[in-house]
């Protein structure tokens, strides 16, 4: 039986935004796979047409900064490209996930352009200068792996990337 989640997607203050329901595809020590469908009316979303009812395998993380959504059309599930949010580690629980978005978010189109979104918002953020710089590292390794097509974007298992430590370090520890 494929056991059902509570998707929380949190600000970076932790205020809930958004929640939604999928279904989990596996789980391991440090990351959840789940599927769930575009809960909201169509939008044209920088090029990409995301429909009500379209179709997304969600990876999150415990252990890293982001998460991915790789984006399937709802009328002949063809692969539309990948959604990632620069987040801090989500925090997965048996019937709930909570990931607390940064605001920067990167597509990548499904013939590879790359989109980074939301770079105004992600300056006006209140957070450590720590955070912001992990969350520009990771925005970083994650246009590199799109560029080459590694990782999640291949087609394959999400991989790790190496964006530094899960949880922020002390300023006199940070290697940066």
Request: aromatic share 10%.
């Amino acid at each position: 039986m494929r056991t059902p989640i509570t998707v929380h997607k949190l600000d970076e203050t932790g205020r809930e935004v958004w929640r939604y329901h999928g279904i989990v595809l596996d789980r391991t020590n440090t990351s959840l796979t789940l599927e769930a469908h575009f809960d909201r009316e169509d939008v044209d979303f920088h090029g990409m047409l995301l429909q009500h009812g379209d179709r997304s395998v969600e990876t999150y993380y415990s252990d890293r900064w982001y998460n991915v959504f790789a984006i399937y059309d709802v009328d002949d599930d063809h692969h539309k490209g990948w959604y990632c949010n620069i987040t801090r580690p989500a925090r997965i629980e048996a019937k709930h996930m909570y990931a607390e978005d940064l605001a920067l978010d990167l597509i990548i189109t499904s013939d590879g352009e790359q989109i980074v979104l939301d770079e105004e918002e992600f300056a006006m953020l209140e957070i450590s200068p720590e955070e912001r710089q992990q969350a520009l590292k990771t925005l970083g390794h994650l246009q590199a792996m799109a560029a080459i097509r590694d990782g999640p974007f291949n087609g394959g298992e999400h991989v790790y990337i190496d964006t530094g430590p899960s949880r922020v370090p002390p300023p006199s520890l940070t290697a940066i």
